[in-house]
């Protein structure tokens, strides 16, 4: 299932007018690739990534996630959508600090109604390298760590669609690295249609394809080196998992 956004317009009120924060934006991002979104401080990033995510609803145009689209639900649909469908890695974990690795997790599933799913959260957590360290509070855990578990508990409810706000902003370049090693691998397991959003044009080889927002314009900056390799061949096998060494979708 991908995410496709077309002919997007967003603006803001600005004093007597109105500022725009997205400009006719098209984009595609299949299952089981990464697109990376680079660009500016206020260029429109951010912005992109609320609309896709169906926290904000755009003035114009189509958001359709793993099929849906979203300009036909109501507030509670679209509520729904994003506990079901959407992974959503925020820029800081916001972890709750009383709460175990694996609780973290846990109260993901039972949100959105499914229980507590303790093995989904052990074998998610085996998947970013932290089984061993399930039962840990967030204090006990360093700052990759932490990300590991923001990535593996937007991952609990099997999204379709995982977007992923600047995760290395707060981490030295090797942890960065590693996160989104883990962010690419896990990807193209899972199937999931993956947009990172950042800053860091370091680490873009990772990425299927490489899209650059300018005054809420898009431009496409071509296939990334992931692509070229023939590292995203398709979907993921649901069976398949790499340990690695690493606000909820939920809500009105």
Known sequence: MSLHLVDVTLTYPDGDGRLTALDS??????????TAVVGPSGSGKSSLLAVAATLVTPDRGRVVVAGTDTGTLDRAGRA????????????????????????QLRVMAHLAG??????RALELLDAVGLADLA??????????QRQRVNIARALMNDPAVLLVDEPTSALDDERGAAVLDLLA??????????????????HLERADRTVTVRDGKLSAD?????????????PARPGRRTPLPWPAPGGP
Do not use: K, Y
């Open 25 to 34: 934006v098209s984009l595609e991002v299949p299952q089981g690739s990464l």
């Open 80 to 103: 729904a959508l994003r506990r079901e469908r959407v992974g959503i890695v925020f820029q800081q974990p916001n972890l709750l600090p009383s709460l175990t690795a694996a609780e």
């Open 114 to 119: 499914r229980g507590q799913r303790e093995r």
């Open 135 to 144: 039962g840990r509070r967030p204090h006990q855990l360093s700052g990759g």
């Open 185 to 202: 691998t896990l990807t193209r397991e899972r199937g999931t249609a993956t947009v990172l959003v950042t800053h860091d044009r370091a």
């Open 222 to 234: 071509g296939p990334g080196p992931a692509s070229r390799r023939g590292d995203a061949a398709g």
